[in-house]
């Protein structure tokens, strides 16, 4: 079975352009989350969706938004970038309550 | 709120010395506990969690961890390690029947030298 997957990869862009990253979960899971890790940091936690809904927001601007589509994929978009924005972002997916949660690779996000 | 210590930044240890990571979690209810892995280059491998029961947790490549309710602490350890043990080790809570929300501590970089 594949993983969690998300694109792109790596990505560039200049700071105030805005950012659309995608994750596909593991097949039959409904939750997915994003998470935000910085260089030197542990990941820290932005979004969760349930069933399409919002089930958890981390402390982060309103720039920053998601959502997910019936086929449970997500997207995170990222709005006016700043360079503190510069960071691996991930995708995790899980069956919901706290079973075991699965990490894709993450994009890299580099903001000049 | 959630939070996590992790004590150590930075460890280097030769191959076949024991290993201990502490890790200490605040939150007053009753929590999941994980342990998780990054490879250079790699994504986030789950290393092994703690949901209940045995508090003596094995997970995968020799790893356990104990988890003491008493001292709020989930401390990881290997007997022996090895050079391709070199990665970021973090340690994390959730809260049970909640959310996934994750609250992760800021890692160990452990470098093993060969």
């Known amino acids: 079975d594949a993983g969690v997957t998300q694109s792109p990869t790596h990505l560039i862009k200049t700071r105030g352009q805005q950012v659309t990253l995608r994750c596909s979960p593991i097949s039959g899971h409904k939750s997915v989350s994003w998470y935000q890790q910085v260089l030197g940091q542990g990941p820290q936690f932005i979004f969760q969706?349930?069933?399409?809904?919002?089930?958890g927001r981390g402390n982060f601007p309103d720039r920053f938004s998601a959502r997910q589509f019936p086929n449970y994929s997500s997207e995170l978009n990222v709005n006016a970038l700043l360079l503190g924005d510069s960071a691996l972002y991930l995708c995790?997916?899980?069956?919901?309550?706290?079973?075991?949660?699965?990490f894709g690779e993450g994009s890299w996000l580099t903001v000049v | 709120a959630q939070s996590v210590s992790q004590h150590n930044h930075h460890v280097i240890l030769s191959e076949a010395a024991s290993l201990e990571l502490g890790c200490n979690y605040s939150?007053?209810?009753?929590?999941?506990l994980f342990w998780y892995v990054q490879y250079p280059g790699q994504h986030l491998q789950l290393l092994l969690k703690y949901f209940s029961g045995d508090p003596l947790v094995k997970g995968i490549k020799g790893f356990e961890a104990e988890f003491i309710k008493s001292k709020f602490s989930f401390n990881l350890r290997k007997p022996s390690v090895q050079w391709s043990d070199t990665a970021e080790y973090f340690c994390a809570v959730n809260a049970m029947n909640r959310d996934d929300k994750i609250i992760f501590g800021k890692g160990t970089r452990l470098h093993i030298l060969p």
């Open positions: 939150y007053g209810g009753t929590v999941n």
């Open positions: 969706y349930y069933e399409k809904e919002e089930r």
């Open positions: 995790a997916s899980s069956f919901l309550g706290g079973n075991t949660i699965y």
